[in-house]
Each structure stands twice: as C-alpha cells, then as structure tokens.
C-alpha cells in the first residue's frame, strides 16, 4: 500500500460519494414528504433529534480526534493497530454506557416508545463506525463502496414498502438499518490494516481525555444542530413546523455537501499529515485553494437558492409546505458562512492540534445560539430558529477567521469574494426577471436553473475571477504540459 495516498483519487471518490448522498435524499424527499406529510415528518425529526444527542456522547469525538490520530501515524502499521484498538474499544465503552442509559429514557418516555426502540440502532451505528480509521488513512474507497451499496438498497426498500402515514415505523426502521450496516461492512476491510496487537497492554485514559476535548465542541454544535429541533417541537407543541423545519434543513445539508463536505473531508486528513510534516506554505496554499472553491460554490449556491425556491419547494416537496420556501431563503446564507468555518476547522484547527481554542468559539457560538432560540422560538417559531443559527455561525466564523494565525487572511477572502458576490447578485436579479414571465412552474424552475448557472459563470469568466483563472485553467494547463 502506497504511503501516500492520491489527494486527487480521494477527493473524486469523496466527492462522488457526496454526490450519490445528494441525490439520494433528492430523490426520496419529494416522495416521503407527501407520502407521510408534515406531522409525521415533524415525529421522526423529533424522534431523531434526541437520539442524535445519545449517539453524540457515545462517540464522544472520536470521528475527529480518531482520523487525526491515525493519518500522523499511517505509515507505521504497528503503532496504526494499536491506536486503532485502543479508540474503537473506548467507544465500545462509551456506547454500551449510553445504550444503557437509553434504555432507561425509554422505559420513562410517555409517547413513540416503539419507535426510539427502533432508533437504537442509531447507537449501535455509532459503536461500531470506523469510518475515522479509514479517513486518517486516506483509504475512503472503503468508506463508500459498501456504504454506498447499502444506502441504495435503503432507497428501494422505502419506494417499495413505504405506502401511507402509517408506514412511519417502517421508515425509520430503513433509513436506521441502512445506515447500520453500511457501518458494520466497514469491518470486512480492517484486516487489510491492522496487525495483531496485546490488548492487555492498550491503554484508554489519554484517548478519553483527548475525546472529550473533541467531543466538547460537537455538544455545543448541537445546540443548533439538533437542539433547535428539540426546541421547535417542545415549545410550540407543533409536529408540522418541525417537519417543515426538517426539510428545510435536508436541503440546506444538500447544499453543503456540494460546498464543502467532500473537500474537508479529505483535505483535513491530508493536512494533519503536512503539519505533521511542518510543510506550512503548501498548508496556506491548500486553505486558500479550499476557501476559493467553497466561495464558488457557496455564493453560488446561495443567490440560485434565494432565486428559485419559491418555484422548487412546491414542485419538490408538493402542497402544505409553503413555510418552507421562506425557511429556505432565511437559511441560504448559511451555506457561506459554515463553509469558511468549517474550512478553518477541518484545515487548520482541527489538524494544527488547536481543538481546544476552536471548542471555546464554538461554546461561544451554542451560548449565543440557545439564549436566542429561547427569545426567538416561542415567538417566530422555525424562522426564529434560523435565524439564531444565523447570528450563531457568524459569531464563530468570524472568531475562527481572527484567530486562525495568517492562514487565511482579510485579503484573501475580499480577493477571492468580491467578484464572486457581484456575480451572484447579477444571477439572482436574472432569474427574478424571468420568474415574472414564466407561468408554468416546471418551465420556469428549469429555465432559472440554466440561466441562472450560465449567468454565474459567464460573469466569473468575464470578472476574471481567480477560481476560474488559477484554479480551474490553471489545473487544465498544467495538465495539458504534463501530457506533453
């Protein structure tokens, strides 16, 4: 196995996996949406959204930490083996404990016993996820394939069985076994890594403590994450606000896997291992590259959103989900603003071993976000929510940018932003005018997409913006003199 895995091979594999888990829920809202409605919809968010928070501690922040801790060490199988046993047998604790404690909620909860018992396979999921051993490896062929095969499978089975409301359980049932076994075929390629080790001789307490640093930042992410959810449906008593609050966010995290997921999720591994290195200048180059495709994207993304989701969300999600096309231009931003974010995180904070300053903004950004959706929720209900989330992100982002020590700076992102923000302001009035003279809904969504798109990129072209002029030709020529 080679010591350096291609950068260029795992961002396409990533991204064609980002791709298949876009177009999945695409495929599948339209139809669980008007095959269970709103109300039960809001029931399996709310269900969820709890269950989320017992899978939180059972993982504590071993996805993170465990893909940090691997990639510094790959190329020796050994000490590889070792961590690996170590942090997977901690999280084997962890959620043993958790499932324990589930149980008990459980026993007490006076409504949708069933289905929480149903949703504990969610906690098994997390116990035996392993997918951070293969990110530090940089080995995601592994992560997808067999993910991939069972996702899909997942999909059939909800067009085929899932009929009426009443098939909510059976929906659950799917979606939480899908993801199940996705984790568990992930073991089938461990032996290929792994060597034998003395399990008398692994030790836990040093990974718990880093964990927990780790983990501290993904309880306060929470806060409005999943929280909101737990607050829209506790306060206002309402299952169809947090159903149109669901789909709201199902789009938006379509949305950021086409922005950023894919790149951070191959990049961060990448760069723990160039810190590791001390190859900073090419780190900056990475960051600043990274910074200029979420900018295109996620501005793009962004205005295109704006434009065309009153036309999108009734022909996606059909009739009873108006709430949802305002829901979806307050959020719109929010793509930018975690894009830049999470860049930081994923390539600086995360991989320069700076996890405890980047927990205490995102402690900052939870504070803000839970003391607004207190003030905002019971008044403006699922809009309030978001704009909370809003506020919350922009807090950290901007303590993120402050504080990242040069490796993305004021210039860069004026530079690499301006042209951007012109061209998307110009697409979106395009595709307000044609809005105005298009009746058929389906016509006009399709015309505002393409024109919207071509507009975008004709003036990003014409600007002479960087991403298309360094990144985009300037792969394609150095391409052409290496096959010269």
């Known amino acids: 196995m080679s010591t350096q895995p291609s950068l260029k091979k795992n961002i396409a594999i990533s991204t064609l996996y980002q791709i298949l888990l876009v177009i999945l829920p695409m495929i599948t809202a339209p139809y669980i949406a008007r095959v269970l409605g709103p109300d039960q919809s809001g029931v399996y968010d709310f269900t969820n959204s709890i269950q989320t928070y017992f899978a939180m501690f059972a993982a504590l922040g071993t996805a993170s930490y465990g893909a940090r801790e691997i990639a510094r060490v790959r190329n020796d199988e050994k000490q590889r083996s070792v961590l690996f046993w170590e942090i997977e047998l901690m999280t084997v604790m962890t959620s043993a404990v958790c499932i324990l404690v589930w149980f008990v909620f459980i026993l007490f909860a006076k409504q949708y016993k069933v289905i929480y018992l149903v949703l504990t396979m969610g906690l098994l ?13 940089e080995q995601f062929t592994y992560t997808v394939s067999k993910n991939a095969i069972c996702k899909l499978a997942g999909v059939i089975l909800m067009f085929l069985l899932v009929r009426r409301p009443e098939d909510l359980l059976l929906y659950i049932t799917i979606i939480t076994a899908s993801t199940m076994l996705g984790n568990l ?49 506790t306060i206002t008593n309402n299952r169809a606000e947090n159903g149109f609050y669901h ?51 996620g501005i793009g993304i962004c205005f295109g959103l704006i434009g065309v989701s009153g036309r999108f969300v009734p022909l996606y999600l059909g009739a009873g989900y108006d709430r949802v096309v305002t829901m979806l231009v307050l959020m719109s931003p929010i793509v930018i603003i975690i894009g830049v974010s999470n860049c930081l995180g994923s390539q600086y904070y995360t991989p320069s071993g700076n996890r405890k300053l980047s927990a205490k903004f995102i402690i900052i950004g939870a504070i803000v976000n839970f003391t607004l959706n207190l003030i905002l929720i019971p008044r403006f209900w699922g809009y309030g929510a978001i704009v909370a989330s809003l506020i919350a992100e922009t807090v950290i982002t901007v303590l993120y940018f402050r504080h990242c020590n040069g490796y993305l700076t004021a210039d860069t992102l004026f530079r690499e932003g301006w042209k951007k923000l012109v061209a998307g302001v110009l697409m979106l009035a395009v595709i307000r005018i044609l809005d105005r003279f298009i009746a058929s809904d389906i016509i006009a969504l399709c015309a505002e997409v393409m024109a919207g798109f071509a507009v975008y990129c004709a003036l990003i072209v014409l600007l002479r913006d960087t991403f298309m002029s360094e990144i985009v030709m300037g792969k394609i020529i150095s391409r052409k003199k290496k096959a010269g």
Do not use: C
């Open 247 to 297: 789909y709201t966010m199902q789009i938006i995290n379509i949305m950021k896997a086409l922005t950023f997921s894919s790149l951070n999720m191959v990049l961060g591994s990448r760069i723990a291992y160039l810190f590791a290195e001390e190859k900073y200048d090419e780190i900056r180059e990475r960051i600043r590259d990274s910074i200029n495709y979420i900018l295109f994207m």
């Open 185 to 233: 075929s992930m073991w089938l390629y461990i032996p290929r890594f792994i060597t034998k080790v003395d399990f008398k001789k692994l030790r836990f307490r040093n990974h718990f403590h880093e964990t927990l640093i780790y983990f501290i930042p993904s309880v306060a992410t929470s806060v409005y994450t999943v929280l909101d959810r737990m607050l829209i449906g």
């Open 125 to 137: 999921s997390t116990m035996f996820d392993i997918s951070w051993f293969f990110a530090g490896m």
